[in-house]
């Protein structure tokens, strides 16, 4: 079966599939870089249960879809897969795996960082964390496509 | 009119419910949808500074116009990754 480059899904992610998916049409490439963001065991000072995950799942592939077409602009010759799971996650389990490959390491790495970046400031995706003691969603930034400083800080750390 | 809002994450959780209708006159824009659901449901009111909106699954403004039949969704600050 065909993996998407961008999906979201409540099943658990694959990232061999997704890199062999991202391989295969690099032919050629010199580099392929991925990353998993996983379910921590604690945040700001909580000690984590467990996160639910919660998406507006039509916008959000347009917002992964969005993100692609922005790191292939930033980096013409990347080609990039995003995967955001939702639902309940375990702690270890991955929340979100990406994929870049290019000629070059340097704009693998850089796409690779990008697209988790521009994921954390646009795409509607939300956690509910539930830890000892209590539960809450958390809320990063307020998502704004548009909003080209954001862009440009993404690009920034990206590249540092 | 009738357009279809969708509230999501502690939206969702203040109102009660991720999905409702909401009457509206028209013309009407996101800001008439946001200013009727509020009227009902003032515990919303806080996230007017925060939340980002989309009409129909994209991106929009408070200034943008909607249609009988459209789908509102007002987007708490995201958290994903």
């Known amino acids: 079966m065909a993996v998407p480059l961008v999906a979201i899904t409540s099943a658990p992610l694959d990232l061999q599939a997704l890199v062999n998916e991202i ?7 010199g580099a392929i870089t991925s990353f998993a963001g996983l379910v921590r065991d604690h945040n700001q000072g ?18 992964l879809t969005r993100i692609i077409d922005e790191a292939r602009q930033a980096w013409p010759r990347v080609r990039v897969g995003v995967h955001h799971r939702i639902g309940r996650l375990e702690i270890g389990d991955a ?38 003691g209590g539960d809450l969603w958390l809320e990063g930034a307020t998502a704004d496509p548009d909003n080209d400083e954001a862009r440009e800080a993404a690009r920034r750390i990206a590249c540092a | 009119m009738r357009v279809n809002v969708r509230l ?41 500074r925060t939340m980002s ?21 007002f987007l708490p600050p995201v958290s994903g990754g």
């Open chain 1, 23 to 29: 391989a295969a049409g690099a032919s050629g490439d």
């Open chain 2, 8 to 48: 999501f994450a502690r939206l969702r959780d203040l109102a009660g419910t991720g999905e409702l209708v909401q009457e509206v006159s028209s013309p009407a824009t996101v800001a008439t949808v946001w200013n009727s659901l509020v009227a009902n449901m003032p515990e919303l009111r806080d996230y007017e």
């Open chain 1, 46 to 63: 909580r000690r984590v249960s467990f996160l639910e995950y919660e998406a507006y799942e039509p916008l959000a592939v347009r917002a």
């Open chain 1, 95 to 132: 929340s979100i795996i990406i994929a870049a490959a290019s000629p070059h390491r340097a704009d693998a790495f850089a796409a690779c960082r990008y697209a988790i970046e521009r994921v954390k400031q646009i795409v509607p995706i939300w956690k509910h964390e539930h830890f000892e």
């Open chain 2, 53 to 73: 909106v989309a009409v129909n699954a994209d991106y929009s403004r408070m200034s943008a116009a909607v249609h009988e039949g459209d789908e509102v969704a």
